[in-house]
């Protein structure tokens, strides 16, 4: 525990933050919406949060083709699918979706303050026939997918977005800001003398795992 006073229940949080508007108290929905449909028809990037069965907790990015993501009916019920392109292979979300049934998605559309979140029952699916349904046009065939249902649809507000400056390309700094290596490099996973060849093998075989992505 830190040595600096925490708050400890709702009681104390609502003593320094005024109560929400009743718009922003009643956004949660269930099931997608034509517009949110089509948020996640645009979008090229999504943030998975899961959690194990212990109660650890795992945020995942995911990108690819804006529509990438697709909405499927099964019954009377919809589904967000999400198609599992080439990764590290640790599968830490699909581990954590099979131990506990939940995940939830955060949508983004590049340019656009507001985001989109859906939270729900989860699952992993290899099905044959969902998996060619599923695949984006042009990438290859999934292994599997991940498939949530829709059961908290709401939108965030731009304000975190507009803050951060995060679409405004001038703003950006990539360069003096640490990349993979440097990161695994301070953590003591590679040796100051194989920085610059691990480098050079990561980019190669970003190439690699991106062509794989490519249906031939």
């Not at 949660?28 to 517009?35: C, I, Q």
């Not at 795992?58 to 599992?84: A, K, T, Y």
């Not at 290596?181 to 990561?202: E, F, N, Y």
């Amino acid at each position: 525990m830190p040595t600096f006073s925490t708050i400890a229940d709702t009681d104390g949080l609502r003593k320094i933050y005024r109560s929400p508007s009743s718009v922003v108290q009643s956004k949660v929905k269930s099931g997608l919406d034509s517009a949110s449909l089509a948020f996640i028809a645009h979008s090229p990037f999504v943030l998975v949060g899961s959690r194990d069965a212990s109660g650890a907790q795992d945020v995942s990015p995911r990108g690819g083709p804006n529509g990438f993501v697709s909405v499927i009916n099964d019954g009377d019920q919809s589904f967000v699918v999400l198609p599992d392109l080439n990764g590290n292979n640790l599968i830490d979300t699909y581990t954590n979706v099979v131990a506990t049934g939940q995940a939830g998605l955060l949508f983004f559309v590049p340019g656009q303050g507001e985001s989109l979140r859906v939270n729900g029952a989860a699952w992993v699916s290899n099905d044959s026939v969902l998996m060619q349904s599923c695949t984006p046009v042009g990438l290859a065939t999934p292994k599997a997918a991940l498939v949530v249902r829709p059961d908290q649809v709401f939108i965030h507000c731009a304000k975190a977005l507009r803050r951060s400056h995060l679409w405004d390309p001038s703003t950006w700094t990539p360069a003096s800001a640490p990349d993979a290596i440097d990161i695994l490099s301070a953590q003591g996973l590679i040796p100051a003398d194989q920085i610059d060849a691990v480098r050079t093998s990561l980019t190669a075989g970003y190439e690699t795992e991106l062509a794989l992505d490519l249906s031939e």
